[in-house]
């Protein structure tokens, strides 16, 4: 085993095995040197309407109880509200009836329910001399698909006549459905940008970027949409990645919701001995580097020179699934550590347009008790060994629902 000292950091330098098959794809792997990563720091529609009860008593799932009855003439007392049960159009309460009283009592206030549609007016109580007036229907409250509240029925009576109540519309914002990217209508590379040279980083929220290089020459050209360029120029190991970064704490995965990645992209040139393009990022107690690879210069899948530990299927591809454990004396983000272990997701068949399910894969390697720690950043990367190219992303969006 040969060694070099880079950026700090002694790491082995395995041997390239390049098999090379004129036209057809192949069923065998090339071997490719791991390099390790040198580098220093750096939505599913949820719609809930919500009916309303009208009635008396805490309401089931099947609406609201019937207001009290008023047995006396005078002021009559209204339903108490029902809570709608969840997933359940809200029920209608009828007015209570009433002796010689000036009207029925008022349907139920707007109960709370999980999905159910707005509620019904109460109906009219019935009178013998009196006239009855119609319950008002509660107003819904929730998100999308909720009806406005019915007019309730006018009462009857000897003598008397009923008033129909009048229900208030719900009102609420739909909840965003989740999609995934249409590479049919990919928008145009954005112009103009910000070069950045040498080992750098900047940016906030999803446009936080960094570049990183231990030879040679490259930059990094970022907009102020979710779009970069990365090019090299014969460096030993470049990095250049955007998307989100939280610092050196981070939370748990779960802790940021779903998070997906949208990514359009054009290569040029050349990326040597090895090259990623994808997901990359890490996470801290424990110290995981970890990638979820989608193409690369190179014949996909590469093979790690490590064992395949199972295959998924996701995002319409078939993913290799490969833990090792690297070594070195710095360009981790984790202190002091010397050895920590990669995780890697590697598509059978590289692709230049799609959305990357990134909490998935998280899933799917906890699943097979591979552990990671609390988030440092989830960016899409390109990373490359020498050679001459770059690669354009007219998309590179990293998006989380929390």
């Known amino acids: 085993m040969i060694s070099l000292t880079i950026a700090g950091r002694s790491k082995p330098l395995q041997t390239l095995l390049l098999t090379l098959v004129g036209g057809a794809a192949c069923a065998t792997q090339e071997t490719l040197p791991f390099e390790d990563?040198?580098?220093?720091?750096?939505?599913?529609?949820?719609?809930?309407?919500?009916?309303?009860?009208?009635?008396?008593?805490?309401?089931?799932?099947?609406?609201?109880?019937a207001g009290g009855a008023s047995n006396t003439g005078g002021s009559v007392s209204n339903g108490g509200a029902g809570m709608g049960g969840t997933q359940a159009a809200g029920g209608s309460g009828a007015g209570g009836a009433a002796n010689g009283g000036t009207g029925g009592s008022a349907g139920g206030a707007a109960g709370l329910g999980a999905g159910g549609a707005g509620s019904t007016g109460g109906t009219g109580g019935t009178t013998t001399a009196g006239t009855g007036a119609g319950g008002r229907g509660g107003a819904g409250i929730g998100g999308a698909g909720r009806s406005n509240g019915g007019a309730g029925a006018g009462g009857t009576g000897t003598a008397g006549s009923g008033t129909a109540g009048s229900g208030t519309a719900g009102t609420g914002t739909a909840g965003a459905p989740s999609t995934t990217l249409d590479c049919s209508a990919v928008p145009a590379m954005p112009t103009g940008g910000t070069v950045h040279n040498g080992n750098s980083q900047g940016g906030s929220n999803n446009l936080a970027w960094q570049i990183w290089s231990n030879g040679g020459s490259g930059s990094l050209t970022t907009f102020s949409t979710a779009a970069f360029i990365a090019t090299w120029n014969n460096s030993g190991d470049y990095l250049g990645r955007l998307g989100w970064e939280f610092g050196n704490s981070g939370k748990t995965f779960a802790s940021y919701g779903d998070i997906t990645a949208d990514l359009a992209f054009k290569k040029n040139g050349t990326a040597g001995q090895y090259s990623y393009v994808g997901i990359y990022g890490w996470t801290t107690n424990p110290c995981i580097e970890w990638y979820i690879v989608d193409d690369s210069y190179s014949m996909m899948p590469f093979n790690t020179g490590n064992p395949v530990s199972g295959t998924v299927d996701l995002d319409g591809g078939t993913y290799n699934l490969v833990k090792r454990n690297t070594s070195g004396t710095g360009g981790n983000r984790c202190g002091n550590v010397s050895n920590w272990d990669q995780f890697y997701s590697i598509r059978h068949t590289g692709r230049q347009c799609g959305t990357i399910s990134v909490t998935e894969h998280f899933k799917i390697w906890d699943a097979k008790g591979w552990k990671l720690g609390n988030l440092l950043e989830v960016k899409i990367l390109v990373e490359a060994a020498s050679g001459q190219g770059s690669v354009e992303f007219a998309v590179a969006d990293v998006k989380k629902t929390m």
């Open 37 to 65: 990563d040198d580098h220093t720091v750096g939505g599913a529609m949820s719609s809930g309407g919500a009916g309303a009860h009208g009635g008396g008593s805490a309401g089931t799932t099947a609406g609201g109880h």
